[in-house]
Every structure is written in C-alpha cells, then in structure tokens.
C-alpha cells in the first residue's frame, strides 16, 4: 500500500525573511490507511542550507528555521519531504515543499557611480538636461521603489541653480550658469527607497561650466603722462597699459593695437604683462 500523497504548503506571511533561527513552521500530516506498524513512521527532508525538519512525538511534521534567510540571494527554498512507512516492504510517498521568502527591507539603494562628472556650457538654458544619476535597490515593491534628491546640506546656490527629477533622477539646468562666477560645482544626492524603515544612498556630483565669449576686455591705464611735451625724444614712454578679459582660454587673451597711422607704437614691458605705449616720433 503506498503511503498517500500530500502537497504541503507553507502560508507566505509566516516565512518572512526577518525571521529568527529556530522558528518553527507545521506541515500537514501524510495519510496512510494501513495501521500499526505499516503506518507512517518518519520523515525526511531533503538537503537545506537553511532549514530542517523535527518531527514531534504524534508524528507531526515541522520546519525549523536552521539559518537566517535572504531574499535576495534565494527568494524561493523548494524543498522534498518524504514520508516513510514501517511495512514490509517499505513504502513511502513524497510532496513538494515551496517556502516562499517575504522581503523586508534591508538593502540600501546603491548608486552606480560615487562621484558622476560632467560638462556644460555656461549658455545653457533652464530646462536643459545636464546628466542621470541612478540607483539600484535590491529588495522588490516599495521596498525597491526609488526617489532622488539633493541631499540635506545642499547649498542655497545649488538649489538655485539645478534641479533633480526625483522619479528619474535626471539632473537639469535651473538658474542661469557662470564660468566666471562659479567654473565647478560639487554637490551630493541622496536616493531613498519607500520602505519602512526608509534606507538611503548618496553620490557626489561634479559639474564644470564651460566658458563662452561672452565678456569684452578691458583696457587698465596704470601710468600716463599728459600732456606729452612736444619736444619728446623718440621712444619715450607715454603710457603704461594692460588688458584684462575674464574669459579662460582663447576667449580670455587679449591683443592690444593701434592705428597703422598712428603716431605712436606698443612695445611689451619686461614682465610681458603690461603695455608700454611709446612715442614713434616726435610731436609737430
């Protein structure tokens, strides 16, 4: 006679992946007509990581919780338990155990970068997307839902200047960008999952403004003579100049000129940085 054979099930809400070793989970019994020693006498279970079975003295089986569960590396135990009576010969009858591991949430989202760098023109408009930060959370529902935003010490200036789409974590231009104020901007965003308790993440964000010709040079007259006699020696100095434009690069260098008819000439001074502004002839 073969032992009958039952499909055992374990209610989700009592398998949840918080729970502590030693918990203790009842199956329900197998049937077996036969009586005396022809009867179910013991179980097995089939080799776990995680849990293993007790059988108490009316023969009711039970799963215990041996080690602590992760459903993120295995969110679902199939297990085999097989029932084995005393007869001769020796019968048994075998069910399917699924435990189904119920998330709880103890995974932090995780940004796939530290630090994000990017470039932007000091020209961009408000609205411009500039970059997209993204976070991964392990645990599954609200538990792994996402939201980004700037983080809590968050300068006023950032504030202002940029903003964050908190579904998609696309950062983009708020206010109106300057190289020359502020060439690099360095701030921090936070992702946060919905659970309860709620975990966070954080990444550092580096944005350089990139320059554009957007500032005319200016001409500082640091020395002058005035009036020039008119009996001055040829090469006399008459002025000393320097240029200065705020700009970086090419769009920050200056080149000073004059006139092809012009009575005077520019000679560099010894440190190259002013002008001098000499006579080419003498005065009439």
Same mark, same amino acid.
């Given at each position: 006679?073969? %032992? ?14 918080? /729970? ?7 199956? +329900? ?6 009586? /005396? ?14 849990? $293993?079975? &007790? ?22 135990? &199939? ?7 005393? !007869? ?22 995780? *940004? ?13 408009? =408000? ?22 935003? *700037? /983080? +809590? @010490? ?11 789409? #908190? #579904? ?7 206010? &109106?960008?300057?190289?020359?104020? &502020?060439?690099?901007?360095? *701030? ?5 999952? $919905?659970?309860?308790? @709620? ?26 003579? #005035?009036?020039? =006699?008119?009996?001055?020696? %040829? !090469? ?6 320097? /240029? ?19 009575? *005077? ?20």
């Amino acid at each position: 006679m073969a %032992v009958g054979q039952v499909r055992y099930s374990i209610p989700e809400e009592m398998v949840i992946e918080s /729970a502590s070793p030693g918990a203790r989970y009842s199956l +329900e019994s197998a049937s077996d007509p036969d009586v /005396a020693m022809n009867t179910i006498q013991t179980y097995k279970l089939n080799p776990s990581d995680n849990f $293993k079975l &007790n059988v108490d003295g009316r023969k009711i089986p039970e799963l215990v919780l041996e080690k602590p569960l992760d459903r993120e590396k295995m969110p679902v135990h &199939n297990l085999i338990l097989t029932a084995v009576d005393g !007869g001769d010969p020796v019968r048994s009858g075998t069910s399917e155990i699924t435990v189904i591991v119920l998330d709880i949430n103890d995974n932090a989202p995780q *940004f796939e970068k530290q630090v994000y760098e990017t470039n932007v023109s000091e020209k961009a408009t =408000p609205g411009t997307e500039i970059l997209h930060v993204k976070a991964t959370d392990a645990d599954e529902g609200v538990n792994g839902e996402i939201e980004y935003f *700037f /983080a +809590e @010490q968050t300068s006023d200036l950032i504030l202002s200047l940029f903003a964050i789409e #908190s #579904s998609t974590g696309t950062i983009v231009v708020r206010g &109106n960008l300057d190289h020359e104020t &502020n060439s690099l901007h360095r *701030f921090d965003i936070t992702a946060k999952d $919905k659970g309860n308790p @709620q975990l966070d993440g954080h990444c550092g964000i580096e944005i350089k403004i990139l320059d554009i010709n957007d500032n005319n040079p200016e001409i500082i007259v640091t020395s002058l003579t #005035s009036p020039v =006699p008119e009996d001055s020696a %040829v !090469g006399t100095v008459i002025a000393l100049i320097s /240029a200065k434009d705020p700009d970086s690069g090419d769009n920050g260098k200056v080149l000073l000129t004059l006139s092809p008819k012009s009575l *005077f000439k520019l000679n560099p001074s010894l440190n190259g940085m002013p002008i001098n502004y000499t006579s080419s002839t003498k005065f009439r």
